[in-house]
């Protein structure tokens, strides 16, 4: 019978450089390019949330229906039933954005884009001291419109303001 104490020693030194990879081309080349992926992917992601946060920055809606464009302007109108005031406004909403969010559109905004025999801008910061593109509109019936600034243009190039209604 054999003990336990009877078994050789084995010579470290070897048994760790034979465990040892040695690092080959093709291993050193897998991992430079998944380096590389790594560093383009959150490259990406990187520029995706820049992008989220011009265009948070680009779509500026001021929301207070107290103070601001709408504290005394919008006051008279609002009993009449004009919902963004007296600016022409896109009442069958054909100059809103009513699709998933993307190609410098919002949903609930003046659309960019074409329409049938038309075109729409959207038009920003126009309203309010040249910041906002928008403003929030309070009825007497508790509804709150978005109304947001654009161009409608037709096919002689010429354009008229107009108003994305929207309630929010």
């Not at 003046?110 to 038309?118: D, E, N």
Request: hydrophobic share 30%; glycine share 10%.
């Amino acid at each position: 019978m054999m003990r336990f104490e009877d078994l050789p020693e084995a010579d470290t030194s070897w048994l760790r450089e034979r465990m040892r990879d040695r690092p080959t081309r093709r291993g050193f080349l897998t991992r430079v390019l998944g380096a590389g992926t790594l560093v383009g992917l959150g490259s990406l992601a990187w520029v995706n949330r820049g992008t989220e946060r011009a265009e948070a920055a680009y779509f500026q809606d001021w929301t207070s229906t107290t103070t601001g464009p709408c504290a005394t302007y919008a006051r008279d109108h609002t009993e009449q039933g004009i919902q963004c005031g007296p600016s022409p406004m896109c009442l069958d909403r054909s100059c809103c954005w009513r699709y998933r969010s993307g190609a410098g559109n919002l949903v609930a905004w003046h659309k960019r884009g074409p329409g049938i025999g038309r075109y729409y801008l959207h038009r920003p910061d126009d309203c309010w001291q040249g910041i906002y593109d928008s403003w929030h509109w309070k009825f007497s019936d508790g509804n709150t419109w978005r109304c947001s600034d654009g161009w409608t243009c037709n096919a002689n190039g010429s354009c008229t303001p107009t108003i994305c209604p929207w309630i929010v």
